[in-house]
Nanobody, 125 residues
Framework: QVQLVESGGGLVQTGGSMRLSCAGSGRSFSRDTMGWFRQAPGKERVFVASISVNGYDVRYSSSVEGRFTISRDNAKNTLYLDMDSLKPEDTALYFC??????????????????WGRGTQVTVSS
């Protein structure tokens, strides 16, 4: 069974840091472009960051650029999101996603084929 499983979420104070992980199983994701999305209560799922197969091409939403870092370890079949200077508005359910399609529209959730079930990040003020 092909799966993506997020971990590392929890409660952190404003200004704190947190690392999210996304472990793939069932097959290798080393040839997939990977992404992170988040969804706050009552809001739609939005793009956070994406990373290319070789890790050289990374993209961030304007709301997290400079604070968050996406990375991957293909040998471990794992994706990461390092989050610094966290703000209350970063509170959301965070999802990882994977796609093998040749697309430039990586900010669109519809471009991804596999999704994890999410990990909750709560930033207290």
């Amino acid at each position: 069974q092909v799966q993506l499983v997020e971990s590392g979420g929890g409660l952190v104070q404003t200004g704190g840091s947190m690392r999210l992980s996304c472990a793939g199983s069932g097959r290798s994701f080393s040839r997939d472009t990977m992404g992170w999305f988040r969804q706050a209560p009552g809001k739609e799922r939005v793009f956070v960051a994406s990373i290319s197969v070789n890790g050289y091409d990374v993209r961030y939403s304007s709301s997290v650029e400079g604070r968050f870092t996406i990375s991957r370890d293909n040998a471990k079949n794992t994706l990461y999101l390092d989050m610094d200077s966290l703000k209350p508005e970063d509170t959301a359910l965070y999802f990882c996603a994977a796609t093998r399609s040749w697309t430039t529209r990586l900010e669109e959730a519809s471009q991804y084929d596999y999704w994890g079930r999410g990990t909750q990040v709560t930033v207290s003020s």
